[in-house]
T-cell receptor, first 114, second 112 residues
Framework: EPEVTQTPSHQVTQMGQEVILRCVPI?????FYWYRQILGQKVEFLVS????????KSEIFDDQFSVERPDGSNFTLKIRSTKLEDSAMYFC????????????FGDGTRLSIL | LAKTTQPISMDSYEGQEVNITCSHN???????ITWYQQFPSQGPRFIIQ???TKVTNEVASLFIPADRKSSTLSLPRVSLSDTAVYYC?????????????FGTGTQLKVEL
């Protein structure tokens, strides 16, 4: 079964640095998403992306965050000037065009800000 | 957005059938009910989705009464590997660009 893959599995970064989290969505999917889950808390929606632009974003997704699909396979989340509270699991997901095709999640990147 | 309420935790034994009920009194006419499963340090995994009556797939069944104010996820003959958090989501269907809103879920623990 096709999978969403995320790299790295764990990223440790000093506060104030920039990080880029990478995702390879399922190949024929058209919608891409980022979610995050702070330890012990709910999974929270960050952003959805379609046709090379953001289709929806949450209040969390402020100017510190950006997403990009630099080529035909990768989907990235960039976090600038990281803060301690950015420490979380970040999940990428993808889905097909139809709303009947559910989102498939990767296993996440654990981001630790020191 | 319809609020969902589900038990914080449930315990079961291998081979038993497990039913997790979710209440969503304010479900809207166009809302669907979707269930995801999450293991520690993994991303959520889609289990099942439905609108009304009963939906069954190879891993679970979803029962939705006529008033749609609640739903029950049924896992037949659970095993230790079914120990996970189960999330009931109510809203747009789980694909097509729709964002998913997760609650706190139900921690299912399966023992021998």
């Amino acid at each position: 079964e096709p999978e969403v893959t995320q790299t790295p599995s764990h990223q440790v970064t000093q506060m104030g640095q920039e990080v880029i989290l990478r995702c390879v969505p399922i190949s024929n999917h058209l919608y891409f998403y980022w979610y995050r889950q702070i330890l012990g808390q709910k999974v929270e929606f960050l952003v959805s992306f379609y046709n090379n632009e953001i289709s929806e974003k949450s209040e969390i997704f402020d100017d510190q965050f950006s997403v990009e699909r630099p080529d035909g396979s990768n989907f990235t989340l960039k976090i600038r000037s990281t803060k301690l509270e950015d420490s979380a699991m970040y999940f990428c997901a993808s889905s097909g065009l139809s709303s009947n095709q559910p989102q498939h999640f990767g296993d996440g990147t654990r981001l630790s800000i020191l | 957005l319809a609020k969902t309420t589900q038990p914080i935790s449930m315990d079961s034994y291998e081979g038993q059938e497990v039913n997790i009920t979710c209440s969503h009194n304010n479900i809207a006419t166009n809302d669907y009910i979707t269930w995801y499963q999450q293991f520690p340090s993994q991303g959520p995994r889609f289990i099942i989705q439905g609108y009304k009556t009963k939906v069954t797939n190879e891993v679970a069944s979803l029962f939705i009464p006529a008033d749609r104010k609640s739903s029950t996820l049924s896992l037949p003959r659970v095993s230790l590997s079914d120990t996970a958090v189960y999330y009931c989501l109510v809203g747009d269907r789980a694909g097509g660009g729709n964002k998913l809103t997760f609650g706190t879920g139900t921690q299912l623990k399966v023992e021998l």
